[in-house]
C-alpha cells in the first residue's frame, strides 16, 4: 500500500521528528500551514493503512510511525522499477545514467558502489 502526495509530505515530517503531537506536526509545514482538520483526516487514513499509530497521553495524542522511511521507498522504488522498466534494473540504469545528466565523478562514484556490492555478495 502506497501514500498519497499529501500523506507522504505528512510522513516524511513524521520520519524526521520520530513522534510528535498534532501542533509540533503542524508548525514543520511551511506557510501556508494546513488546518488541524487536514492534518487529523490524513493521519486517521495512514493509520487505517498502518503506517502511523499514536500513544494518547490525557487528551493529545503523539504520533509515530510504524513504517520505516528506508523500508518504504524501498518498496516504492523497486515498484517503479517493475512497471516502468519491466522488472530490469539495467533498463533503469541506462535510463537513469542517460536522463540525469551525471558528471564523470559522480558515474565513476556510482561504479564504484556497485563494484563494492559485486565484492560483497
Do not use: C, H
Not at 9 to 23: D, H, N, R, S, T
Not at 41 to 49: A, F, H, I
Amino acid at each position: 500500500m502506497s501514500l498519497s502526495k499529501s500523506e507522504e509530505q505528512l510522513m516524511q515530517i513524521l520520519w524526521k521528528q520520530e513522534k510528535a503531537f498534532m501542533k509540533d506536526l503542524i508548525e514543520a509545514y511551511p506557510e501556508p500551514k494546513p488546518a488541524p482538520t487536514t492534518i487529523a483526516t490524513l493521519l486517521k487514513r495512514m493509520q487505517d493503512k498502518s503506517f502511523v499509530d499514536y500513544k494518547q497521553y490525557g487528551r493529545s495524542r503523539e504520533y509515530f510511525p510504524l513504517v520505516k522511511k528506508k523500508d518504504y521507498f524501498s518498496k516504492q522504488f523497486n515498484g517503479i522499477i517493475k512497471n516502468f522498466f519491466n522488472d530490469s534494473a539495467s533498463q533503469f540504469a541506462s535510463f537513469f545514467t542517460k536522463e540525469t545528466n551525471l558528471t564523470k565523478e559522480e558515474l565513476e562514484d556510482l561504479k564504484k558502489l556497485i563494484d563494492n556490492e559485486i565484492k560483497n555478495k
